[in-house]
């Protein structure tokens, strides 16, 4: 169990958009060119992602910002590569970094894309791994006859990520006068972790039905206690296949091209700066393997560990 001692505000995930310099409301003061060329939608998931940054962003502006960005890096990209190219003597260097800056650039703008999506996976993922500790550390204080609300000015100041961040919201408005139990469910339908807004609402239909609240948490980490143990063993299963795939990507076929590599090279009489290169590729393409391998592993980690 962690401690509950303050250790000081606890460090909010920031929202900060790839390949940017300035911050967000800086950049949002400079998207009105484009947002009248982006279709409404009323309904979106970009939109849904957005919310849960709690930048305020809408839609349109957040696709108008993607937009200047794409643009602004395929200019800085093409004027590069052009310089570049044209220095060393390439034949058709202006088509050749037109490609290079297109391909580039597309990557910049998916990674814009595709970020309040991860960043949300992130925030989830954080508030998740500290959901357990936390309800713990709940029921104890339950136990010793410390009331609800000071538990969650506790575990709002406590080191428990993501999760103090959202109940230091939920202080801040009962502190403002609003009923604990209304404030709790609000927090739950608007967070992006199902255990936790199912914890939430058990709560809540707990203070509403008059339960004891100890024993609505102790149900709770119960639930949560099963559905770690389920996770852990898809977890395994999951594990099996990537580790096959990992020893034959990484370990066998290597091996093998390392050998075919140096009996072809031998055989044709590969000039010496061909071979350094086909080796050399060879190693880059391993490493990134093992780089891709890593971030499938940890992806595929439990949310409740």
């Known amino acids: 169990m962690k401690n509950t001692v303050n250790k000081g505000v606890p460090r909010k995930m ?38 849960n940054t709690e930048t305020g962003l ?33 034949r058709l260097f202006y ?35 500290n959901l357990i500790p936390a309800l713990e550390d709940m029921l104890v204080q339950l136990n010793s006859g410390i009331p609800l609300f000071s538990i969650l000015v506790n575990i709002s100041s406590a080191d428990y990520g993501e999760l103090s961040n959202e109940f230091k919201k939920a ?37 509403k039905a008059g339960s004891d609240i100890a024993i609505v948490i102790k149900d709770s980490i119960k639930s949560l206690n099963e559905e770690q143990l389920i996770q852990i063993q ?5 594990l099996n296949p990537l580790i096959m795939f990992y020893m034959l990507t990484s370990v066998i076929l290597p091996a093998l091209a390392i050998t075919f590599l140096t009996i072809i090279s031998s055989i044709v009489n590969l000039p010496q700066a061909t ?23 940890k992806s595929a980690r439990p949310t409740l560990l």
Request: charged share 20%; proline share 2%.
């Open 14 to 51: 920031k929202f900060h958009i790839p390949f940017t310099i300035s911050s967000v409301e800086k950049l949002r003061k400079k998207k009105r060119i484009f947002k009248s060329f982006i279709k409404h939608k009323k309904k979106s998931k970009l939109q849904y992602y957005l919310n």
């Open 275 to 297: 071979s350094i290169m086909l080796y050399l590729g060879l190693f880059i393409f391993v490493v990134f393997l093992q780089i891709m391998f890593l971030g499938v592993i």
């Open 95 to 129: 088509l050749l970094s037109l490609g290079i800056a297109l391909v580039f650039s597309s990557f910049v703008l998916f990674s814009q894309l595709v970020y309040p999506k991860i960043y949300t996976t992130r925030k989830q993922k954080n508030i998740e791994k």
């Open 171 to 207: 202080v801040r408005k009962i502190n403002a006068g609003l009923p604990e139990i209304e404030v709790l469910e609000e927090l739950g339908e608007k967070n992006p972790s199902i255990f936790f807004r199912r914890t939430l609402w058990q709560l809540s239909n707990g203070m």
């Open 234 to 238: 898809n977890y395994g299963n999951k």
């Open 58 to 90: 809408t839609r349109e502006e957040y696709l108008s910002i993607c937009i200047k960005g794409f643009l602004f890096s395929f200019i800085i990209l093409y004027v590069i590569s052009t310089t570049v190219l044209a220095f060393l003597n390439v």
